[in-house]
């Protein structure tokens, strides 16, 4: 009697299997001819089976993959890719890619000096611009009155030069 039971039970869980397994078969052909999405979520949602019933079963799982593989217009739907745009798509997204990582090459450059100064400004070690300003202007005026202490220099020397001269003027005029 158990066996008997048994035996049912077990013929009733392999016919549900097996209708289980058409029902997911369906939804793969379905998906195919369709175009619709073809992901071991969308397949068992499709077939009302859970997505362990795919995993436990290898042969569909590897049905799902071979579709889930093949690009659209294999399976019939929309217009057909050459390998060609294929290949010009993909240099096109690589020089894409190569411009973008220079630009942001570029602006990260520039945002590190800006910080860098920014630091530089913040932290006290650098003299503010007008500080800067005002030295320039100091060492101007420094050359400027080392230019005019020469000046003076030499006029002195004229100067004590002349005023020889006019002593030995006047003694040669006092001493006749």
Request: cysteine-free; glycine content about 6%; charged content about 30%.
């Amino acid at each position: 009697m158990t066996t008997d039971r048994t035996t049912a039970m077990t013929d009733g869980r392999r016919a549900d299997t097996a209708r289980r397994r058409q029902r997911v078969l369906k939804a793969l052909n379905d998906a195919a001819t369709s175009g619709d999405e073809i992901s071991v979520s969308g397949i068992a949602r499709r077939a009302g089976v859970d997505r362990t019933f795919l995993y436990r079963h290898r042969d569909l799982l590897e049905q799902l993959h071979a579709l889930e593989a093949q690009p659209p217009n294999a399976r019939g739907i929309g217009p057909s890719v050459s390998r060609a745009s294929l290949q010009a798509d993909l240099l096109a997204a690589q020089e894409r890619a190569a411009r973008q990582a220079t630009r942001v090459h570029h602006l990260e450059r520039r945002l590190s000096e800006l910080l860098g100064q920014q630091a530089w400004r913040e932290s006290g070690l650098g003299a503010p611009d007008d500080i800067d300003q005002l030295k320039q202007q100091i060492i101007m005026l420094e050359q400027q009155a080392v230019d005019l202490r020469l000046q003076l220099e030499e006029r002195g020397q004229d100067l004590a030069a002349a005023r020889a001269a006019n002593r030995e003027l006047m003694t040669r005029l006092n001493t006749r």
